[in-house]
């Protein structure tokens, strides 16, 4: 991986692709390259000049442009924002399906440009198209990442800073599982600072309540329904979540993010690419942590394990 030079590839300018570029710009120093790869170039080409024409509001300096696979070359990160949305009366499998049939049309090209970076996928359902590109490029496991529960780790974390009214960057807790209905927040492994939230909970000089806790994981569950219902789409959250895995990445920050990482025998799996926290750094996936599960806990953890699997085998590679 070329740090140095801090190169980054972009696959797909929709809303959610450009939301992560339009928060790498403005957060800056992060990397120094960025190239815009779209089905529709002259979309891209806008998105770049658009971008370029408010650099002089931003932190640092970029060089930003629409390009080709070719410019995949010499990345260190091409991250995968494209997909085809669900058509109606579609199943779910039939959009898996044509998804894989757009990531086979972008991976291929990428990987015969001689890229040697890693691969950072966003598109939905993103465990199922992570397993798909980890599948289709053969890259080592650890260069293979998805977005997975980074976004709903921070809305976890937003929600219970709200209700503790406690700052959400001194609460440590985690949304684990598949990026859908199945996903869990392990309530075992929960901290605000040093204490555990089960002693908070049992106090009875506060009002706090472990239904309290319940409604806060629905909230986390639903909210993508939510917004989509109001506005037709996410993309704010999911493209600040990318600019995080990336900013984690090319700084070597070692930091426990968690995305969507192929587990070896983690939590009893194999084979899956589930949201767990993992440790990210230069050279993607350097550890899966394996959290200490209640019986409970475990077995909504294989139940979300069993879904994704359920999802993949249907799949035609």
């Known amino acids: ?24 710009v403005n957060q800056g120093g992060i990397c120094n390259e960025l190239v815009l790869i779209d089905v529709n170039h002259e979309r891209a080409v806008g998105e770049a000049m658009d971008l370029n024409h408010g650099l002089a509001f931003a932190k640092s300096n970029m060089r ?11 990345a260190d990160i091409v991250v995968i924002a494209a997909g085809v949305a ?82 959400p960057k001194n609460i440590h807790a985690y949304v684990i599982g598949e990026h859908g209905d199945s996903e869990f927040v392990p309530f075992s492994q929960v901290m605000l600072a040093t204490k555990h939230i089960s002693e908070i909970l049992d106090d009875e000089r506060n009002s706090f309540c472990i239904d309290g806790m319940n409604e806060i994981e629905e909230q986390v569950r639903t909210s993508a329904y939510k917004i989509i219902d ?51 750094g230069r050279n993607g996936v350097k550890e899966v942590l394996e959290l200490s599960l209640t019986d409970d806990e475990k077995e909504k953890f294989t139940n979300s394990k069993n879904v994704l699997n359920d999802s993949f085998e249907g799949l035609k590679l």
């Open 86 to 167: 669900q058509k109606q009366g579609e199943t779910r499998l039939d959009l898996l399906q044509r998804n894989t049939e757009v990531f086979r049309s972008i991976i291929t090209p990428v990987v015969k440009s001689g890229f040697d970076g890693i691969f950072l996928v966003a598109t939905n359902p993103v465990d199922i198209m992570t397993r798909v590109t980890y599948e289709l490029s053969r890259f080592g496991a650890a260069r293979v990442i998805g977005t997975g529960t980074s976004l709903d780790t921070a809305r976890l974390r937003y929600l219970l800073g709200d209700y503790f009214t406690v700052d």
């Open 1 to 24: 991986m070329n740090t140095d030079k801090r190169k980054v590839v972009l696959v797909g300018t929709g809303m959610v692709g450009m939301s992560f570029a339009y928060a790498l």
């Open 230 to 280: 109001a506005k037709r789409a996410t993309y704010y959250g999911i493209g600040m979540a990318i600019t995080r895995i990336v900013k984690a990445i090319l700084g070597d920050e070692n930091s426990v993010l968690t995305v969507s990482a192929k587990l070896s025998g983690e939590y009893g799996a194999k084979d899956v690419f589930i949201g767990v926290p993992c440790i990210i």
């Open 64 to 74: 930003i442009y629409a390009g080709d696979y070719t410019d995949c070359k010499d």
